[in-house]
């Protein structure tokens, strides 16, 4: 791994105790007007309960794809102490524990001990040893591995966009669903439940499924396309907004409106909703993604919708009929 092992900072027991007993309580149902209360008064009192919730969060939603004990436990244990102490356990590990480097390589919970990652809401760019520029979007995690050989970086989950600095050796970028040998290139990749995004912007990239027995599909300057672990589609022109993101903008052109609430969604904490009455309504625009409370309220100046807040961390879309 990269020599500058880069960990979240630490999260105290307990408040990781305190971040779990909220997450199990959750998860037995609905919590009462009066309980919702104390747990959002529990999260406004500390940055540091903040950070904890967001990464039990991540953890709960990661254990689903895992197949491990420890994510059995997490998920299926019958008695709510057994839940409670192996998500304990999951944050605690994912948060910066002194044994998470040992455990890195034992466990798979990878996108919790990445080299480097970046919270929901937040953008980050990370300058590498040969020079080369990774800028993490909303809720992203990537791996580095540099040696004599080669160069490799593995986007774990979300979205990066890379700037490849010239070096002898060459750079692979790993997905879930495929490899990527850049050229001299600039682009941006998007990691998803089934397919990979990859928007270039200058160079050249070469794009080979991992499922994929043909050969390699090269995107060029100015294309896009999206690939699956066994295909790829039909390459074509970059979109007006890919990569806008990176200027913390969000850009929509004739978008529906619910396909724009799901990316707007990507940028802040809890659900955001949108009612299946106006979920087909177009938008089109440029908004701050660091600003999302003020996109939600310049929509209805715009579209015949409402914004219903039930709590700051639950918000619903619906129409104003």
């Not at 027991?13 to 007007?33: D, F, K, R, T, Y």
């Not at 590990?93 to 480097?116: C, E, H, K």
């Not at 998803?192 to 160079?203: M, Y």
Request: hydrophobic share 40%; glycine share 6%.
């Amino acid at each position: 791994m990269n020599g500058t092992f880069n960990n979240p900072p630490d999260i105290a027991p307990q408040v990781a105790e305190q971040a779990v007993s909220w997450l199990v309580e959750m998860q037995g149902g609905a919590l009462s007007p009066r309980r919702q209360q104390a747990w959002e008064h529990w999260l406004d009192a500390h940055s540091e309960h903040q950070r904890a919730w967001d990464h039990i969060q991540r953890v709960n939603q990661r254990l689903r794809g895992l197949h491990s004990p420890l994510a059995h436990a997490a998920l299926n244990a019958p008695k709510s102490s057994t839940r409670r102490q192996a998500l304990k356990l999951l944050l605690l590990v994912g948060a910066g524990s002194a044994v998470t480097y040992g455990l890195r390589q034992q466990l798979p919970i990878t996108p919790l001990l990445a080299d480097y990652s970046s919270p929901v809401g937040q953008r980050r760019t990370v300058k590498l040893h040969d020079g080369s520029q990774i800028q993490l979007n909303t809720a992203s995690a990537v791996d580095v591995t540099f040696d004599a050989q080669q160069r490799l970086i593995r986007l774990l989950e979300g979205e990066m966009q890379l700037t490849v600095a010239d070096d002898p050796r060459p750079l692979h970028v790993v997905t879930a669903h495929g490899l990527l040998q850049p050229q001299g290139a600039r682009f941006n990749v998007r990691q998803l439940r089934d397919h990979t995004q990859l928007a270039v912007f200058a160079g050249q990239v070469k794009l080979s499924p991992v499922a994929h027995s043909g050969g390699a599909l090269v995107v060029e300057a100015r294309q896009q396309v999206s690939f699956t672990a066994k295909a790829w589609n039909a390459t074509h022109a970059l979109d007006a907004g890919s990569g806008a993101w990176v200027d913390g903008m969000l850009v929509a052109a004739h978008m529906r409106l619910g396909d724009f609430l799901a990316e707007l969604g990507r940028y802040r904490r809890g659900q955001l909703n949108c009612d299946p009455k106006v979920a087909n309504l177009l938008i089109s625009g440029t908004y701050p993604i660091d600003d999302t409370e003020r996109v939600l309220d310049v929509l209805p100046l715009s579209l015949p919708v409402r914004v219903r807040r039930f709590t700051r961390y639950w918000v619903t879309v619906e129409s104003n009929v």
